[in-house]
């Protein structure tokens, strides 16, 4: 196997994320607020936050505070994040990311996932049937194969290769719920009613460098092979160690196609505030799909020097964030008031 990059000398997050950030605030322009905005006016004598930080979706606490801890013990932003996420993917009772993930239609439960290094390297792993650690997979593509996604049994050969444990994934309760669906098979993704979701994480290390994670087991009784956007780059997580980052659960489909990530972050890079950026990226959904009501999507953002934000269509939603030893439940405002 060869090591295909060498990541590059970690940056401090010094003048140029200062300056994002003044800019982010002088510029940040009212008429692009969503309606709910909690954003206040800030002003430029703002204090810059304290790093290191870690935030990820929904109410995942023992997830962000591993990375949050790791984050303290100096440990770089990527390896936290993956930390983190891997906390989840262990976690039975969570039935949309990792071990005791839902299955498709087919009783086959399949997991997606992707990491993004401060250097811009990334990695992918899709539709993985083997192993409950895929961020951790998906690193591996990143740093020892020359491509960026592996898919399917060429996923799970990489991962039986480097040793991951070979797990069965679906548990009693999960294939029990399936067996209960089959009944009355009716695809109706109910996302957001219980605080089990997709974790997407983003971290910013002592050092100042961001990276992010992303994992899931997708929609629960999706078609065999459905992909959302949780792997894909640009949609379900995309960071540019000079901007920032952001993160997105809810409705694949909906994030693929208006790359939200990816959008958050040229919004940021364009000037938003990260709260701003996130809204904005709803705000596009919204305006181009009127069946929003019936789907949930939240975004999660974080700039250059741990300026945080985060936006959703609908009530439900929350961010962990790990800030100075402290690891709270962050309330998310939303677009659709009914
Ligand atoms: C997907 N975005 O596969 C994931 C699912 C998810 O909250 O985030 N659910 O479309």
Redesign the pocket.
Known sequence: MMKRRKFIKNTAAGTLGATIAMTALACADEDTKAKNSTEEDKPMTKKVPKLPIAIC??QFTEANQVAGVALDAGKAALDAVIEGVSVEEQNLKNT?VGKGGAPDREGNVTL?ACVMAPDGDCGAVLAVSNTSHVAALARKVMEETPHVMLAGTGAEEFATQLGFETENLLTTDSKKAWQEWLKSPEYK?I??IENH??I?MLAIDTNGDIAGA?S????SY?MKG?????PIIGS?LFLDNEIGGAV??????E??KTVGSFLIVELMRNGMSPQAACEEAIKRIVTKNDRYKDF???YIAMNKVGETGAYCIHEGFTMMKYQEKKNENVAVAYYHKP
């Open positions: 979706t929904w949309t997606d993704p996302i957001n979701d997709t997407g992303c899931t087991s997708g929609l999706k459905r992909i959302g956007d949780s379900g997105a659960t809810g409705m694949g489909e994030v693929v949930q999507i939240a």
